[in-house]
């Protein structure tokens, strides 16, 4: 049986309406849980563009060892600048991002979850336990509508 939250997340991708601080709330739980899973692999992965409509290409989901501020500095998920300037730079997590950019986050998981799983998977980490857990939820993300 699948986690809760990621039930709520493959409800939403698929049409339920689903209120933005649940979907939040659920976002910041995947957050975590995507933290443990890239702390477990350390395989970094540059996903789906989540910029807005007319900067697509703007941010990007990636996963990698993270700079957060106050010196924090740990392996995980963020929706980071694709600026020259500021390449690679972590600007928010999944549950910080703007109510505009939500659903682009929420649509992009699908396809993050899958190319997560397969970059894990092509590093050689396809029989650890974080990889399986990647393709559970990409599989579960893709019923959308299930």
Request: net charge neutral; proline share 7%; aromatic share 6%.
């Amino acid at each position: 049986m699948e986690s809760p939250h990621i039930v709520l997340l493959r409800d939403a991708l698929g049409g339920t309406p689903i209120t933005q601080a649940e979907i939040r709330d659920a976002l910041q739980r995947v957050d975590r849980l995507v933290a443990d899973l890239a702390g477990d692999l350390q395989v970094s992965y540059a996903g789906p563009f989540v910029g807005p409509p007319l900067a697509p290409e703007q941010h990007q989901l990636c996963v990698r060892e993270h700079h957060w501020p106050r010196d924090v500095h740990a392996w995980g998920v963020a929706l980071c600048s694709t600026h020259p300037t500021h390449a690679g730079r972590a600007d928010w997590r999944l549950g910080g991002v703007s109510r505009e950019r939500l659903p682009i986050v929420l649509q992009a998981l699908p396809a993050f979850f899958a190319g997560y799983a397969q970059s894990a998977a092509d590093a050689g980490m396809a029989k650890r336990g974080s990889c399986r857990r990647l393709r559970e939820i990409a599989h579960a993300l893709a019923l959308t509508g299930a």
